[in-house]
């Protein structure tokens, strides 16, 4: 075990310091000077489905429960982001809200008895979650940054559950309930920091690239004159009102116009089609060192969390269909009965194929020192994830998100599959 411990501790250690070279070749072209803004909303139907833990704690009794869960929703989202020369910002809010199903075992132990048993449980859910971050730099490449994230979860059930009760002179009898019941889970996360380093939205060099390439196959274009034309893009798109969506028959024309007086090439007649694809995240390009504390808090346990954090992030821009990211984590968590240090290490590929679909294929080492009075513990976990979006056409997508959790020990994160389904439409 302590030669396990050991090589866990330095295998972390000597991901996180690993120096930052080999940076993308978009570094040569200043990255930084790439903008990136767009505005979006967002609504359809998500399926998701997956294991969680609940528990706490009052005067009286304790409470623990773990769940196998599945819900449909509809839900609506809000998204922002705003990424210029001096300061990276970004807005999400979503509200969701549909049938809840699942089951599993849950354990009430009080002074006048214990209750074990197993459970089924079918009901609504809502959830509503927000999150905010803003990076300034001072320069090229200094910045700060703040972090917050808030969310709230309801659940309205109804219960079935059988299982047995053992009261104060130890005499187990057998358990069984019909009952409704409700749960309120809130939290709210923040973290402040100081960073080094910058990851650039690459969506638009990307763009001009693909055009580029399409339409004038017969030329080779430095990275130069692609920048160019990213920069170009990314002046059509930033410009759009977001109370509108993006009217392509007035903006295709700007770029046509662009590339026969700009960059002296034939006309061409650009595909609408080309135009509208490619409304993927953030594609980054780059890398970045951040640390600073935190704090979370929720109304179930843990209930408050504090500590510092450290993480490193690069990703590199291969060319127009592929990126490779790898990121480093480590924090140290302050909380009332153990502290524990938790690290995350996570590398991924991503394939873009078309402009019109992307494909992610990763995994990520979790490592987990629990410290007590007198022993510490060490646990970890590996977690591989898949994740598909396409663009069916300029409105209609689909999101698939798919992982599974495999784990030393349940303390550090409940073991089984994870899954999420998107299918809906985007105003941007």
């Given at each position: 075990?302590?030669?396990?411990?050991l090589?866990?501790?330095v295998?972390?250690?000597?991901?996180?310091?690993?120096?930052?070279?080999g940076?993308?070749?978009?570094?040569?072209?200043?990255?930084?000077?790439?903008?990136?803004?767009?505005?979006?909303?967002?609504?359809?139907?998500?399926?998701?489905?997956?294991?969680?833990?609940?528990?706490w704690?009052?005067?009286?009794?304790?409470?623990?429960?773990?769940?196998?869960?599945?819900?449909?929703k509809?839900w609506?989202?809000?998204?922002?982001?705003?990424?210029?020369?001096?300061?990276?910002?970004?807005?999400?809010?979503?509200?969701?809200?549909?049938?809840?199903?699942?089951?599993?075992?849950?354990?009430?132990?009080?002074?006048?008895?214990?209750?074990?048993?197993?459970?089924?449980?079918?009901?609504?859910?809502?959830?509503?979650?927000a999150?905010?971050?803003?990076?300034?730099?001072?320069?090229?490449?200094?910045?700060?940054l703040?972090?917050?994230?808030a969310?709230?979860?309801?659940?309205?059930?109804?219960?079935?559950?059988?299982?047995?009760?053992?009261?104060?002179?130890?005499?187990?009898?057998?358990?069984?309930?019909?009952?409704?019941?409700?749960?309120?889970?809130?939290?709210?996360?923040?973290?402040?920091?100081?960073?080094?380093?910058?990851?650039a939205?690459?969506?638009?060099?990307?763009?001009?690239?693909?055009?580029?390439?399409?339409?004038?196959?017969?030329?080779?274009?430095?990275?130069?004159?692609?920048?160019?034309?990213?920069?170009e893009?990314?002046?059509?798109?930033?410009?759009?009102?977001?109370?509108?969506?993006?009217?392509?028959?007035?903006?295709?024309?700007?770029?046509?116009d662009?590339?026969?007086?700009?960059?002296?090439?034939?006309?061409?007649?650009?595909s609408?089609?080309?135009?509208?694809?490619?409304?993927?995240?953030?594609?980054?390009?780059?890398?970045?060192?951040?640390?600073?504390?935190?704090?979370?808090?929720?109304?179930?346990?843990?209930?408050?969390?504090?500590?510092?954090?450290?993480?490193f992030?690069?990703?590199?821009?291969?060319?127009?269909?592929?990126?490779?990211?790898?990121?480093?984590?480590?924090?140290?968590?302050?909380?009332?009965?153990?502290?524990?240090?938790l690290?995350?290490?996570?590398?991924d590929?991503?394939?873009?194929?078309?402009?019109?679909?992307?494909w992610?294929?990763?995994?990520?080492?979790?490592?987990?020192?629990?410290?007590?009075?007198?022993?510490?513990?060490?646990?970890?976990?590996?977690?591989?994830?898949?994740?598909?979006?396409t663009?069916?056409?300029?409105?209609?997508?689909?999101?698939?998100?798919?992982?599974?959790?495999i784990?030393?020990?349940?303390?550090?994160m409940?073991?089984?599959?994870?899954?999420?389904v998107?299918?809906?439409?985007?105003?941007?």
């Amino acid at each position: 075990m302590k030669h396990k411990r050991l090589f866990a501790i330095v295998f972390l250690i000597s991901a996180i310091v690993i120096p930052m070279k080999g940076w993308s070749q978009l570094h040569k072209i200043q990255t930084d000077k790439l903008e990136f803004k767009r505005h979006e909303i967002n609504w359809g139907l998500n399926y998701s489905g997956g294991s969680e833990r609940d528990s706490w704690k009052t005067e009286e009794a304790e409470y623990f429960e773990e769940m196998t869960t599945n819900s449909a929703k509809i839900w609506i989202e809000n998204r922002f982001w705003d990424f210029r020369e001096d300061r990276q910002q970004q807005f999400d809010i979503s509200v969701k809200a549909g049938p809840l199903w699942g089951k599993g075992n849950w354990n009430d132990s009080s002074y006048i008895e214990e209750i074990d048993a197993e459970h089924r449980l079918s009901g609504l859910r809502a959830a509503i979650s927000a999150d905010y971050s803003f990076r300034y730099y001072y320069n090229n490449r200094n910045y700060t940054l703040l972090q917050i994230n808030a969310n709230a979860q309801y659940d309205w059930y109804s219960q079935s559950s059988e299982g047995t009760a053992i009261d104060s002179n130890g005499v187990v009898t057998d358990y069984l309930d019909d009952s409704k019941g409700d749960k309120l889970k809130t939290g709210i996360d923040a973290l402040a920091g100081w960073g080094l380093g910058r990851l650039a939205a690459v969506n638009h060099f990307m763009a001009a690239e693909y055009l580029l390439k399409k339409y004038y196959p017969e030329k080779e274009f430095s990275q130069d004159e692609i920048l160019i034309l990213a920069g170009e893009i990314a002046r059509i798109k930033n410009s759009h009102d977001p109370r509108t969506s993006h009217q392509a028959e007035i903006e295709v024309p700007q770029i046509e116009d662009f590339l026969n007086q700009k960059m002296i090439q034939m006309p061409k007649r650009i595909s609408i089609t080309d135009w509208e694809s490619g409304e993927f995240l953030p594609r980054y390009s780059g890398s970045r060192v951040e640390f600073g504390p935190f704090f979370q808090y929720y109304n179930r346990e843990p209930d408050f969390v504090y500590g510092g954090y450290f993480l490193f992030e690069y990703s590199k821009y291969c060319n127009m269909k592929w990126n490779r990211n790898f990121s480093a984590a480590i924090n140290y968590n302050a909380y009332k009965h153990n502290d524990w240090i938790l690290g995350e290490i996570k590398l991924d590929w991503s394939y873009f194929q078309q402009m019109q679909s992307q494909w992610d294929l990763g995994l990520k080492y979790i490592p987990g020192l629990e410290i007590g009075n007198e022993k510490a513990f060490f646990y970890h976990g590996v977690v591989p994830y898949f994740s598909w979006f396409t663009q069916l056409n300029s409105k209609n997508r689909i999101d698939m998100n798919l992982a599974w959790r495999i784990t030393s020990d349940e303390k550090l994160m409940m073991p089984g599959p994870e899954i999420s389904v998107s299918v809906y439409r985007s105003k941007y």
